[in-house]
């Protein structure tokens, strides 16, 4: 996405997002949810890095979420470490252990059987949380994790969460589109075009895949300790395949290879399971079958499809006006949709 | 050593490891001809248990032909699975098929609780005596399991290696493109994978109703210990799945016998860590 358009959209979007808590979203329970989307839009851009970027599949990142937050729990609760160290803490480790295990996976899987191997390793370390008790607290987890706080001042509620979490999107947004855009990304998406042809001009295909993922863990990491200290509690379910299969809706309904689909995606899930709550216990049933038909109709995700949508009406409208070629930028969107 | 808690737990073994057995082999079927990780496989084997349930206590029929109707049932099903929920999402990435077997299981699993609600239900069993073999306490409702597990796995491995349309489903999981080249009708060919594989997942849940209770909540753990069993395997190898099943139901009994009960869950992820740490693509994985 080109710069001028990223700002026309993006500035009025900003706006809309914190407007949102004081318009629509008014009580707490309808800001805990918007709260909810900003997570996920972290864990989307994330798993997003793996699969749109590395054109690869993590089925453990899941896994690596609820390491973040447990990591942060626990230091906050052992030790009494501040939260903003643990912000930082659950990163850091789960960066390193996506370094351990992405050096272990990525040497000689990928695509499906890396999915595989990946979901193997989130299924060991889910089995980990639930039973090594003294330290995971078993099956009902950690509770009364503290809020992280300012000049002494809890962030407590659910409005002044969801402002602090947008800051912290927005600079994840940015961090990943200076990163797309640097050295090391292009070589990243190069190896996603063609990996043999990427290391034959000398890229490290190993080397810079097993960065890339664990760059992804570590982000993961940090959503899990936005969520642990929020929600204030942490569990073993974190780590398993409910919240795998939420991030991989939240990523391929909103579409991948952008910064605008997981975003999407996470606040078109939590908006539609929402809605759908006054189903009872049809909820989940009708959930997958409007999951079924979204990918059925989109299957790139609704950004890509959406934007396919308004560049065809655009160019309509301005094909007499200037005959301009689509950017580079579009037609690298499509090849990597197709 | 006293042989006789070994020989019982060697059968109790048996027992689970034929389950993994006939789960794997439908998983690592669908993975190794149509390069589709099924996520809603264990939803289909809890579909037949939970159908059995309802055909024998609601329709009352017989154990046995009650297990008969399920299966041939979701054997039919497996084509509308392979039509709604497969077929219409391969053009686009693997990870789209992914998903739309996710909603499956979504819509299995969630639609199977609002009819039959959280509760286990007992099934019965069409006879259940305990035998005496050796020291080993032997139900016959176990050696039925075991019996007809086997004679299904034996049933795939004949069918795969000596009918035609075993070649067929072998080629085109070998190379789709060079497979309709030929002539193969792969569309059928996915048709009957899935038919089969589906079939295999309601066996192995109108037998799991041999040895324990019929649950909505039974597919999500059983689709997880399957995935371990096809990891330790190797995706996509059906004959290893079969061997490393076995493998890991028996040691797994062994394990929790003598070295750790409250451990023994963590078991097959522990052996299955060793793998991916030794041999990430599996003990029979090609590359």
Known sequence: MRLSSGIWVGAPTLVVALLLPLVLFTNPYNRGLLVLIVIYAVAGLSLDYIMGEMGQFSFGHAAFWGFGAYVSAKLALDLGVSPWIGFVAAPVAAGLVGLLIGYIALRRTRGLELAIVTLGFGVLAWTVALRWRPVTGGPSGLRQVPPPSIFGWEIRSELAYYYFALVLLLVVVFVLSRLRRSRFGRAVRSIHENEDLARSVGVSATKYYVIAFAFACSLVGFSGALYAHHFRFVNPNLLGLQYMFIFLIVVLVGGTGSLWGPVLGALIFVLVSEWLRVLQEYRFLIFGVVLLLVVLFMPTGVFPTMRRVIRRLVERRGSDRDANAPDADDRADRTRAG | ?287
């Not at chain 2, 077997?101 to 609780?113: D, H, K, R, W």
């Open chain 2, 1 to 287: 050593m006293n042989w006789d808690i070994v020989f019982q737990q060697l059968w109790n073994g048996l027992l689970n490891g034929s389950i993994y057995v006939i789960f794997a082999a439908g998983l690592s079927l669908v993975f190794g001809v149509m390069r589709v990780i099924n996520m809603a496989h264990g939803e289909l084997t809890m579909l037949g248990a939970m159908l059995l349930f309802t055909v024998t206590s609601g329709l009352g029929l017989g154990y046995f032909t009650g297990a008969a109707l399920v299966v041939i049932l979701m054997a039919l099903a497996g084509f509308l699975v392979n039509r709604v929920t497969v077929r219409p999402f391969l053009g686009h990435s693997e990870l789209v098929v992914i998903l739309s077997t996710v909603a499956l299981s979504f819509m299995l699993l969630n639609g199977s609780l609002v009819v039959w609600g959280s509760e286990p239900k007992g099934v019965d069993e069409p006879f259940n005596e305990i035998v005496k073999v050796g020291g080993v306490y032997v139900t016959t409702a176990g050696m039925l399991l075991v019996g007809v597990c086997f004679t299904a796995v034996l049933g795939l491995y004949l069918m795969l290696t000596h009918t035609k349309l075993g070649k067929k489903t072998r080629a085109t999981g070998q190379n789709l493109l060079g497979a309709r080249l030929i002539g193969i009708n792969t569309t059928a060919v996915y048709d009957t994978t899935l038919i089969v594989a589906s079939g295999l997942a309601a066996l192995a849940g109108v037998l799991i109703v041999l040895v324990s209770a019929a649950s909505p909540n039974l597919g999500q753990p059983l689709l997880i210990t399957g995935f371990a069993v096809v990891i330790v395997a190797g995706m996509g190898n059906v004959a290893g799945a079969v061997a490393v099943g076995l493998f890991l139901g028996v040691t797994e009994a062994l394990f929790g016998q003598f070295i750790s009960t409250y451990y023994r869950q963590g078991y097959l992820y522990v052996v299955m860590i060793i793998v991916l740490l030794l041999r990430p693509q599996g003990l029979f994985g090609r590359r």
